[in-house]
């Protein structure tokens, strides 16, 4: 029988507001943990939420006792508490999992161990110019340079081309843990949201995605011009990884598709994902719906999870000046086949995600053709 769970949710930004609209079809309260009036709070009226941050411990105790499982938007909450409240309320994914991840160099040693391909790395242990042009020496020129915590959006990546690079990067990720990556030389970048329910790993098909300066632009579902095998590659390796971690929920998982149609992986989000936005439209289940069912142990059909036409999401974001954003979703009202999301997130800051459009076609080159003069718009406001 239905007994109208409640869900506990740590972080209301746009990805809290999703999982909300997909909560509030199932009748399935969620009680969010964020500032007043978070872009997640805006579209759900009720006296669960709690006001303060994820990484405050009272603040996560409270939001515990009012509901069933707790779950996360985001990677970057206080794991400490989350282990505290464990013995009183489910937690999905495990504390475990959030914590290994939210540092990718411990992701990374994680996953190692799981026999999962990635690209080798090396771990800082002085932060000096010595120690990394001695890793330059190992890994070669260039290699990315990365926080290993609190990263995102690429904020926390610095590509070192040369040792003449070496203290520009060391000076941009002062005082942050880190760890350098050799660089990987890839054809395509892609993704698969991969959906841990008690007890199977399921797997949306795998898309391509875009980065411009290490943010996420666009996403192609499916990936264009990639064969079935390496589809099939892609998600195995993704639904492998995912294996390596505790609990259930979506987890979103990046990687590269290199020349010699290897894929590596390029790291792992333990939560709904920007590259899934596009299941929205494209497929019957969202990530934000799959993700739910699989917290509460709902049944979700694999088929549920295939693309019923070709996707293509455009994030919009905070450009030069700030109402960029909005003129990219004015534009975007005329475009056929068109689903537009603003995430109501307040004022708008050049590379701030502000919303995203996704366009379906009967054919890829259809929706391309029907996305192109958006995309024109965004390069226009470009900051
Ligand atoms: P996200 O917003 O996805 O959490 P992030 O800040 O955690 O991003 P990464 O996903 O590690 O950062 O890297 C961002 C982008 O930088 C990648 O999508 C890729 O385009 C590029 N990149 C990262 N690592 C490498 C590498 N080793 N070689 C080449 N390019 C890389
Ligand atoms: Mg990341
Ligand atoms: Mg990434």
Redesign the pocket.
């Known amino acids: 029988m239905w007994n109208s769970p409640k869900v506990g949710i740590l972080g209301g930004g746009q990805l809290g507001r999703m999982l909300v609209e997909s909560a509030n079809r199932l009748n399935v309260q969620a009680n969010v943990l964020d500032a007043e009036n978070a872009p997640a709070k805006q579209i759900s009226f009720h006296d669960g939420h709690v006001t303060g941050s994820f990484k405050e411990p009272e603040a996560v105790r409270q939001l515990a006792k009012t509901c069933d499982v707790l779950t996360a938007e985001i990677e970057h909450v206080d794991t400490y508490a989350l282990e505290e409240v464990a013995s009183e309320v489910q937690v999905e994914p495990s504390w475990q999992a959030i914590r290994t991840i939210q540092n990718?160099f411990n992701q990374k040693e994680h996953l190692r161990k799981y026999g999962i391909p990635m690209?080798d790395h090396r771990e800082l242990v002085k932060n000096t110019p010595e120690e990394l042009a001695e890793i330059g020496e190992q890994l070669g020129f260039p290699?990315?340079l990365?926080s290993k915590t609190m990263?995102?959006?690429?904020?926390?990546?610095y590509r070192v081309n040369s040792k003449a690079d070496i203290p520009g990067a060391l000076e941009a990720l002062k005082d942050r843990p880190l760890y350098a990556?050799?660089?990987?030389y890839?054809k395509m970048?892609l993704a698969v949201m991969v959906i841990k329910t008690k007890d199977d790993v399921l797997s949306y098909p795998t898309v391509e995605?875009v980065?411009e300066d290490?943010?996420?632009k666009l996403v192609y579902a499916p990936a264009r011009n990639v064969p079935d095998a390496i589809n099939q590659k892609a998600q195995a390796l993704a639904r492998k990884a995912v294996a390596a971690f505790e609990g259930k929920g979506a987890f979103g998982v990046?990687m590269?598709l290199l020349e010699d149609n290897s894929v590596m992986l390029?790291?792992i989000?333990s939560r709904i994902h920007?590259s899934g936005h596009y299941t929205i439209e494209g497929c019957a289940l969202s990530q934000f719906d799959s993700h739910i069912r699989a917290i509460l142990d709902l049944p979700i059909p694999a088929k549920s999870l295939e693309i019923r036409q070709p996707s293509i999401m455009l994030n919009i974001i905070g450009g030069a000046t700030p109402d960029s954003h909005l003129k990219v979703a004015e534009h975007a009202l005329s475009i056929p086949n068109a689903s537009i999301h603003l995430y109501s997130k307040g004022a708008s800051k050049p590379g701030r995600k502000m919303g995203h459009v996704t366009v379906t076609g009967p054919t890829m080159h259809e929706a391309e053709t029907m996305i192109q003069p958006l995309i024109d718009v965004v390069d226009d406001i470009r900051a």
Do not use: H, V
């Open positions: 990718k690209a290699m990315m990365k990263a995102y959006d690429g904020r926390g990546n990556e050799k660089w990987a890839f970048e995605t980065q290490s943010i996420c990046e590269f390029c790291e989000a920007n």
